[in-house]
Structure formats: structure tokens, C-alpha cells
């Protein structure tokens, strides 16, 4: 998806309205129009990146860095018990917008949001070479 077609930079761009919690050169930061919680927020790179692996290093770590600061005016806005941070990519993963974002998903106790897995048994032996593997990569 080219960066005209992409709703997210349509957004970051101010070509789509939206309820805008935040914004400066580098992101802007909305609610999220089909929230799982109340304070759902998408941070959204105004840069086109397709997922985290076109990301550089850099704008990374300011979404990292902003999303901190988010949590804590989350936190503080809606005394909310915890907060769930998550970034898809790839279809497999339920990624459904091709622009790289971070879901900051308000939780409360007892609230019917779910966000987990079932775990699955590990081998030592298969962790210490996928380790091992993974640091050659890295």
C-alpha cells in the first residue's frame, strides 16, 4: 500500500479527522475509533513504515519512548488497574492496517478484554540453539 492509499498517514496528515490525544513531527496520537477499552489509543509514526521490520531504530525507540508517556496520562486520566501495549504485523499476527502502530489498551479489573495465548511446552535443549541462533542475527 502506497503511502496516498495508507488510512494511517491519510490521519497522521490530517486528511481524516480524528480525536487527537497528541501529536509532534514524529507521530500523532488518536483514540481509537473501535476501542477495546475506554483510552484506547493508537501512536502512529506520521513516516510510512509497512511494519516493524521497515522501522528504524530510531523512530522505534521515540514510539517506545512516547508510548511511556501515554501510559502514564492513561493512567492517571482513567486510574485504570493496567494497560496492555501491542503492535501486530504481518496478517498472521492480526496486523489489518499495513502502517506500522501501537495499540495502548487500557485495562480494568474484571473488564471483558482478552489479549493471550496458550502455552505451549519448551525444550531446553531447542531454547539454548534457538538462542544461540537468534544472537548470530542479532
Known amino acids: 500500500m502506497s503511502n496516498q492509499e495508507c488510512i494511517f498517514c491519510k490521519i497522521a496528515n490530517g486528511e481524516i479527522p480524528s480525536s487527537t490525544v497528541y501529536e509532534n513531527s514524529d507521530f500523532k496520537v ?3 475509533i473501535a476501542p477495546a477499552a475506554k483510552g484506547h489509543c493508537l501512536i502512529i509514526p506520521r513516516e510510512h513504515f ?3 521490520y521497515e522501522i528504524d531504530a530510531d523512530t522505534a525507540g521515540k514510539l517506545f519512548s512516547l508510548a511511556t508517556e501515554v501510559a502514564r496520562a ?3 486520566e482513567l486510574q485504570c488497574d493496567g494497560l496492555n501495549i501491542i503492535q501486530n504485523n504481518g496478517a498472521a ?3 489489518t492496517v ?3 502502530h501501537l495499540h ?5 479489573e474484571g473488564d471483558d478484554v482478552t489479549v493471550t495465548w496458550n502455552p505451549k511446552e519448551s525444550n531446553g535443549q531447542e531454547l539454548s540453539e534457538l538462542a544461540k541462533a537468534l544472537r548470530k542475527r542479532i
Not at 104 to 108: A, E, N, Q, V
Open 50 to 52: 509497512k511494519d516493524i
Open 74 to 76: 492513561l493512567k492517571q
Open 104 to 108: 495502548l489498551i487500557p485495562r480494568f
Open 30 to 32: 488518536i483514540l481509537d
Open 93 to 95: 499476527a492480526g496486523q
Open 98 to 100: 499495513n502502517h506500522v
